[in-house]
Every structure is written in C-alpha cells, then in structure tokens.
C-alpha cells in the first residue's frame, strides 16, 4: 500500500514480496506500484524504480542503473516492462515470462503503451503497430496477425493490469485494423465522422 506520504507498507509472504524491509528506506516518494506474481515494482519522484520479493520473478534487477525517467511499467506473472521517457523498453525478471526482451529490442522504440498477459507482453508504437515478445502460446509470437495490427490506438486491456486481473485479453480485440478497411467496415470513428458530414450537408441545403 502507498501511504499519504509517498511511503509504502507491505505484508504477506515474504518470498513474495511482503516483505520490503530490505529496501524500505529507498521506498520515499512512491507514485505507482505494479506486480508479477511473486514481486513488487514502485516507481519513484524522480523515475527510478525500486523492486523487492522473489528474485526469478523481478524482485532484483541487473538491468536497475537502465531504470531512469520510467514513465510506465507492467507486468506479467513472472516479469516486468518499463516504458522510459524517451519511448525506449527496459525487461526484467523470468526470461520466459516476458523478461528477455533482446529477440525485438531493436523494434522497442517510440513505445506508447504496454500490456500483459501470463506471459507475454505487447507493446503500441506511436505509428499505430504493435510490438510483442514473451510465450508464444500466451500471445508472445503475433507473426501471424501482424499484417492486421496497423493504426491500433489501444489494447482493450484494463488499465493497471496486473498478472491475474480479471480483463479482456489483450491480444483477441481486433481495433482499427487494415484488414476491417478492406472488407469496407467502417470504423467507430470513421462513422462518426461520416454522420457529422451529413448532418453538416443538411445544414447546408436550401
């Protein structure tokens, strides 16, 4: 829990992270937390992330001296992605779980949103593509529906999505793809803009 003061109270087992005792003097100025199944993430003030609990599940970090101006982190059961100010991804945690990001790194950049599910992350590029890496069979490989995944403005997942919220799965909702364009749908904000043009011509009419 974050308290009014930016600090932070923890419980339960302490493999899991209930334990913060040995990081909780760094645990001032709390914005955000985030969790796997077995590990904590909080970002501070001042964009550095602190993480404590089960070290194969992102309780420790190699990767902490990357951790600076984080804008954003999510995270699967076993593995955390943080979104940095300049668009760039940093992983860490179980490799299978999402942790190892080396496979698209080099894709990771412009990186608007990120979402989890188990296992797997996808991430939104600021032109609309996605972006994802983790198991495959838990939506870690979309070699297959790439070609659809154009212009996406949002995943359909909840928000601060966690390793087991109850949330619509983020790879299965199909939003503003190429392929509804050329089956000539109409997409929610291509109607609304063609109903205003019509009323705009009846306006107009003599």
Do not use: M
């Amino acid at each position: 829990a974050i308290l009014e003061d930016g600090s932070v109270a923890t419980w339960g087992s302490a493999s899991s992270g209930g334990d913060s005792s040995a990081v909780q003097e760094q645990l001032k100025g709390v914005q955000r937390i985030q969790a796997t199944a077995h590990a904590f993430a909080a970002i501070l003030e001042d964009g550095s992330v602190v993480t404590w609990g089960h070290v194969l599940h992102g309780g420790a970090t190699a990767v902490r001296h990357q951790l600076k101006g984080v804008r954003q982190i999510q995270a699967t059961a076993h593995a955390f992605a943080a979104i940095l100010e300049d668009g760039s991804v940093v992983t860490w945690g179980h490799a299978a779980g999402g942790g190892d990001s080396s496979a698209v790194q080099d894709q990771l950049k412009a990186v608007q949103e990120i979402q989890g599910t188990e296992t797997a992350f996808a991430a939104i590029l600021a032109d609309g593509s996605v972006v994802t890496w983790g198991a495959a069979g838990c939506g870690g490989d979309s070699s297959s529906v790439q070609h659809d995944l154009r212009f996406v403005w949002s995943s359909g997942a909840c928000q601060n999505a966690g390793p087991y919220p109850s949330y619509r799965n983020p790879f299965s909702r199909r939003v503003e793809t190429s392929r509804a364009a050329r089956r000539g749908r109409h997409t929610r904000p291509a109607r609304l803009a063609l109903a205003a043009l019509r009323a705009q011509l009846l306006i107009d009419q003599p």
